[in-house]
C-alpha cells in the first residue's frame, strides 16, 4: 500500500517536473520523520512503564519522572520562543509583503494574544460549569481536607486535561505545518530535512514525557503519540499531492491565522507549566533540567545556520 502511494506521488511529481532528486529526499525524510517520531515516542513510555514494574520506592519513580518532565517543557518552551514564534512572524511579514499590504496594526500580535486569551478563557469557562455540576464527593472531600477548596480540587482536574489536549493540538498542528514547508520547500532541503528529524523527535520524546507524568491511560498516551508522528508526514504527503496550490494567498493568511493562534496557545501552555514545574522540591535539579532541555532544542536549530 505504502509503494503505491509513492508511486502515485512519483508520477504526479514527474509530470510537474520536480527534480527525482528532491522528491526522494522529502519521501525519505517522511518515512523517517514516521519512525524516528514512533521510536523517540514510545521509548520512554516503554521505559518508564517497566521502571515502575520493577522499583520498590515510588519517590525516587516520582522524583526521575518529575526532571524528566522539566526536561520536556524545556524543550517545548524553546521550541515556541526560538522556532514556532519566529517562523510566525516572518510568515506574516512575508505574506503581507507579496500582497503588498502595509499593515498599521499589529495584527500578528493580536492573533498571538487572542490564542493567549483563548485557553483563560476556556479553562475559567469549564471551572464555571464544573462548580455548578460539582457533585458531593467533591464537597466531602473539601470538608475532610481543609486546605483544599472544592474550586482547587477542580481546578487541578480542569487544567491537567485542557493543557494535555492543548499540548497535543500544538505540537500536531506544528508538525503538520512543518511538513508542508519540506513537502514545497526545493534550496537547502537536505539541512532543513536532518533539522526537522532531530528536533521532531526530540518533540516525540518530550511530549510521551508530558503525557506519562500526567498519568494517563495507555490506549490514550498511544493514540497521542501515534497523532502526533503522523502530523508531520500527514503535512508532507498533503504538500506533494497538492504541489502548488499551497503558495496561494488565500491558504497563506489562512496557514498565518492558524500559527498565530496555535503559538498563542502554545506560549500560555509552555510558559505556565515551566513556571509550575519549578515549584515544589528539588528546585535546582529542575531548573537545570528545563534549561538542558531548552540548550538541545537551541543546539538543534542552530544547525540551520
Known amino acids: ?11 504526479v511529481m514527474d509530470s510537474s517536473g520536480v527534480s527525482p532528486g528532491l522528491l526522494h529526499i522529502k519521501l525519505l525524510t517522511l518515512v523517517l520523520m514516521l519512525g524516528s517520531s514512533l521510536l523517540c515516542g514510545f521509548s520512554p513510555v516503554c521505559v518508564m512503564r517497566r521502571a515502575t514494574r520493577f522499583s520498590s520506592d515510588p519517590g525516587s519513580r516520582h522524583r526521575v519522572l518529575s526532571l524528566a518532565s522539566c526536561l520536556a517543557c524545556g524543550v ?23 500582497l503588498h499590504i502595509t499593515l498599521h496594526y499589529p495584527l500578528s500580535e493580536f492573533l498571538l494574544a487572542m490564542g493567549f ?12 460549569f464544573r462548580e455548578q455540576t460539582s457533585d458531593v464527593s467533591l464537597e466531602k472531600q473539601a470538608l475532610i481536607d481543609p486546605h483544599r477548596s472544592r474550586s482547587s480540587l477542580s481546578s487541578c482536574a480542569v487544567d491537567a486535561g485542557l493543557r494535555v489536549f492543548l499540548l497535543l493540538f500544538c505540537v500536531c498542528v506544528r508538525a503538520f505545518l512543518e511538513g ?15 533539522t526537522l528529524l532531530l528536533h521532531k523527535a526530540l518533540v516525540a520524546f518530550s511530549l510521551a514525557v508530558r503525557l506519562t507524568h500526567h498519568a494517563l491511560r495507555r490506549t490514550l498516551v498511544a493514540g497521542a503519540l501515534l497523532l502526533f508522528s503522523v502530523s508531520g508526514p ?3 504527503g498533503a504538500a506533494l499531492a497538492l504541489e502548488g496550490l499551497t503558495d496561494g494567498p488565500q491558504v497563506q493568511l489562512v496557514r498565518c491565522a492558524v500559527e498565530g493562534l496555535t503559538a498563542g496557545i502554545f506560549i500560555n501552555v509552555c510558559v ?16 537545570a533540567f528545563l534549561l538542558t532541555g531548552f540548550a538541545l532544542v537551541t543546539a538543534v536549530l542552530f544547525s540551520k545556520v
Open 234 to 236: 500527514a503535512g508532507i
Open 180 to 194: 508542508v514547508s519540506v513537502g514545497c520547500q526545493r534550496e537547502r532541503l537536505l539541512e532543513t530535512c536532518v
Open 272 to 287: 505556565l507549566e515551566s513556571v509550575w514545574q519549578e515549584s515544589g522540591s528539588h528546585r535546582i535539579h529542575k531548573v
Open 1 to 11: 500500500m505504502m509503494m503505491m502511494v509513492f508511486s502515485g506521488v512519483l508520477q
Open 76 to 98: 517545548f518552551l524553546a521550541s515556541c520562543l526560538l522556532e514556532l514564534l519566529p517562523d510566525f512572524l516572518n510568515h506574516m511579514r512575508d505574506t503581507f509583503s507579496r
Open 117 to 128: 486569551l483563548l485557553v483563560l478563557v476556556v479553562e475559567q469557562m469549564l471551572l464555571a
